[in-house]
């Protein structure tokens, strides 16, 4: 099984400051099978990237992720106090899937 | 534009069987861009895969929970299925059905929350 471990476990910043949020894996894998959720308290889990660096449709273009076989970043880049959320990162290019365990982002 | 309604018991007995369906709209079961599939998240907790299908490539499961579940497909009402055996308090969770899987854009439908409980 490969596990993903994200980074920081908390992220405390500032409106307009940039996030770098981190999602390690535990050996490489295909960067296709790749994604970023935000999930805010009682919703449910909405995908921001797919494919490592594609946006969802609707997502703003202050989202973007990057990387590739084991490293992956999600970077928010104009902190707004709506991006408050746990981000979860997944990987879904074979059984078993996993997920990173979040990164909660809180704005100051 | 695909819709996905997960559907099931809100309440289980420790010991019984959960059982969900996912009604899906907008697009066939038998479509083989897409994989189905059921993930799950415990109060306050993170998420956790549970099993995927496609329909030309068969099941795949989480080989922690792989004794116990089966998922399935009904093309006749559109819908693809989750069967959990010999519950637990340690199975309440959130339950989503998605499409974890390929190259499309992932898609999860609303959750259903499951709690297992006398």
Partial sequence: ?108 | QLQLQASGPGLVKPSETLSLTCTVTGDSITSTSYYWGWIRQPPGKGLEWIASIHYSEGTFYNPSLKSRVTISVDTSKNQFSLRLTSVTAADTAVYYCATPGGVLVPFWGPGTLVTVSS
Wanted: with cysteine; proline share 7%; aromatic share 12%.
């Fill in chain 1, 1 to 108: 099984e490969i596990a993903l471990t994200q980074s920081p476990a908390t992220l405390s910043l500032s409106p307009g400051e940039r996030a770098t949020l981190s999602c390690r894996a535990s050996q490489s894998f295909t960067s296709t099978y790749f994604a970023w959720y935000q999930q805010k308290p009682g919703q449910t889990p909405r995908v921001l990237i797919y494919g490592s660096s594609t946006r969802a449709p609707g997502i703003p273009d202050r989202f973007s992720g990057s990387g590739s076989g084991t490293d992956f970043t999600l970077t928010i880049s104009r902190l707004q106090p709506e991006d408050s959320a746990v981000y979860y990162c997944h990987r879904y290019d074979s059984a078993p899937q996993t997920f990173g365990q979040g990164t909660t982002v809180e704005i100051k």
